[in-house]
């Protein structure tokens, strides 16, 4: 038993200590935080997407019934 416990403990050991480093060393680079600015355009956007909309709506062709 003893002549068998020494190289089973050998092989075992050899097999975990190379899955141990296998990957090599794990380096955490924190990246920085990008923050997006408030726009400066705010209200203009929808104002002029309002302004649109109700010109399609008032300057519509409209067709004459008959």
Avoid: D, N, W, Y
């Avoid at 408030?38 to 909309?53: A, E, H, K, Q, Y």
């Amino acid at each position: 038993m003893k002549k068998l416990t020494a190289p089973v403990l050998a092989f075992a050991l050899a097999l975990s200590a190379s899955t141990a480093f296998a990957g090599g060393p794990v380096v955490v680079v924190e990246e920085p935080v990008v923050e997006a600015e408030t726009p400066r355009s705010g209200f203009i956007v929808p104002l002029v997407v309002g302004l649109v909309v109700l010109c399609a709506i008032a300057c519509g062709k409209s067709e004459p019934q008959t």
